[in-house]
């Protein structure tokens, strides 16, 4: 599936899911709110646009935590991942 | 020179840290004031010699013993009381820590004191893992249906991963002051920051 390139106020979501990943195809603004990220994550695994997540395992986001990573010169592109809490070490 | 690393957590993250980071020119304290358990000796470097034995000690005893390695043991729990003592003199701070209290603990002790901290967590399933670097950390709370995590030995493989690349990412520091951070999951490792 292709994806569109992040312009410079965008970055690309990355979810995990019940064990499953993917990117969302299209760039989101990287100011979004939490609650706007997860509704649209919700949105497109629902719709089956995230390749490497089943819609048959759209739950809730809710426990999910949103972290955001600026773009830097290793990392050329702003990045936010929607990921399961890591409590432990 | 050598850099003087404290190492707090001892558990599944920690004990594996410090076994793939016997070789760096560091000096290592640990700290942890848990003991082991029959359950820890599956997915944590600790062995069934050292049931019942705290885990900073029986670390340090097993690393002397298996390769001749010295560690600093510190058989405490952290706290607000204690954190100045335990942590000043250490040049780099590793958090494989499983509780947010405590990692804030570090968090802020790091930050006021503005030493370099690197944090590794672990998914409650075992299967998501970061290596941060504390200007990017985010401290998760556990999940209200907190579960044990990692106990059964099945995510013994993905827990050494995760252990390896914070390893790597101290090496990177440790040469060249670089500061990589991580996100993993099984089978793929992410460069994040």
Redesign the interface.
Known sequence: MSTTHPRRHEARV?I?LN?Q?GDMSDPVPFDATDQQIKHWSLEAIRSGTVSGISPRVAGSLE?C?I?R?PA?A??PVN?I?V??????? | MTTHIVLIGVGALGSHVALLARNLDVSLKVIDFDRIEQKNTLSQFHTRMSLGHNKACALAQTMMGLFGARIEAVPHRLTADNVDALLSGGDLLIDCLDNAASRRLVQRWARRHAVPCLHGALAPDGAYGRVIWDEHFVIDEAPEDNQATCEDGEHLAFIAQVAAVLVQSLQAHLAEGATPSYHLRRGEVVRVA
């Open positions: 990355n995990t064990g990943n426990g935590v972290d990573f830097t290793t990392v990045r991942f990921r399961p809490r890591t409590p432990f070490g």
